[in-house]
């Protein structure tokens, strides 16, 4: 009971709605700020004051002082992932995808930077990955739309007993219990993973060009490998609410997805693309075949409740 109330008063502290209002606003000051400094150090490597090595791609044009600013968003991005998941299941999913989406833009405006311009454009690797990010992009945004679109679907709501409706409170705790603990794995993680990946570009040139190569993968590859192992357990505490066939396999197949995003880190190039939307026609498809259920179970009600009256 003292742990339930423990748990409850830091999600109160850390995931309500309130909070969400106010990180949104400081991280919008700090997307700001860390634009503006990205700016006057590029323009500063540019001038001669500063003298930069290897890690220039990041600090040779102004376009690529985007990148900085998207880092922040994208964290705030991963808070919301964290706050939805008590709330809705498929919202909870769909902002992966937004995440994953916004890896990918934020991905070229570092690459921008790269960009030859050359008539052999097809044939320069940088130049590239660079169209397969821009198709890409695009494709996730079309895809995520139609996710949205699908989950905001309802063939009517099924009248529930105290039993279901007990069940399902029971399962929302559960929801917040592991977004609250989802929380502090967040802030230790984002402060480690930079830390670690900081710490490497000073200690040792083989391994930081290494990191620098993997720079978008900072974070999100150990956080999604974290949410694996929470949507494994959403998974089985859902068999107390449900063990209806669609819904298993909605929520097995939402893990899947995950799991395709996750891969997706350990590529580069263009299977990296291919692997991440992958991912999203998954759960798209999978959220179709659901609803296609939902649809029929509706239909099949409405026939019986015909035939009685």
């Not at 833009?105 to 940088?126: A, E, M, P, Q, V």
């Amino acid at each position: 009971m003292a742990q339930s109330k423990l748990f409850e008063t830091i999600y109160e502290k850390t995931l309500s709605e309130k909070i969400k209002e106010i990180s949104e606003k400081a991280i919008l000051k700090i997307a700001i700020a860390s634009f503006i400094i990205h700016l006057v150090i590029i323009y500063l490597v540019d001038f001669g004051f500063i003298h930069v090595n290897k890690f220039s791609n990041l600090l040779s044009n102004p376009i690529a002082a985007i990148y900085t600013p998207f880092s922040f968003i994208l964290l705030y991005e991963v808070y919301l992932l964290i706050y939805y998941l008590p709330k809705s299941f498929t919202t909870y999913i769909g902002k992966q995808y937004e995440i994953m989406t916004l890896i990918v833009i934020r991905r070229l405006f570092k690459d921008l930077g790269n960009l030859t311009l050359k008539s052999d454009w097809f044939t320069i690797k940088s130049d590239l990955q660079f169209t397969y990010d821009l198709i890409t992009s695009i494709l996730m945004f079309f895809l995520i739309y139609h996710f949205y679109m699908q989950s905001k679907i309802r063939y009517g709501e099924a009248t529930k007993n105290k039993m279901e409706i007990l069940a399902i409170s029971r399962f929302v705790k559960i929801k917040k219990t592991m977004a609250t603990a989802l929380v502090p794995m967040f802030i230790l993680l984002s402060i480690y993973s930079f830390a670690n990946w900081l710490l490497s570009i000073v200690s040792d040139a083989d391994n930081s060009t290494h990191s620098f190569a993997n720079i978008n993968n900072i974070f999100f590859e150990q956080f999604f490998t974290i949410l694996i192992f929470a949507d494994v357990l959403l998974l089985l505490f859902s068999f107390f609410l449900t063990d209806k066939f669609h819904k298993v396999i909605r929520n097995s197949g939402f893990i899947i997805s995950t799991i395709l995003i996750r891969l997706s880190f350990s590529i580069h190039g263009l299977l990296n693309n291919i692997l991440i939307l992958c991912a999203l026609v998954f759960g798209l498809l999978i959220i179709l075949i659901h609803n296609k259920f939902e649809r029929q179970i509706a239909l099949e009600k409405n026939d019986s409740d015909a035939a009685l009256e």
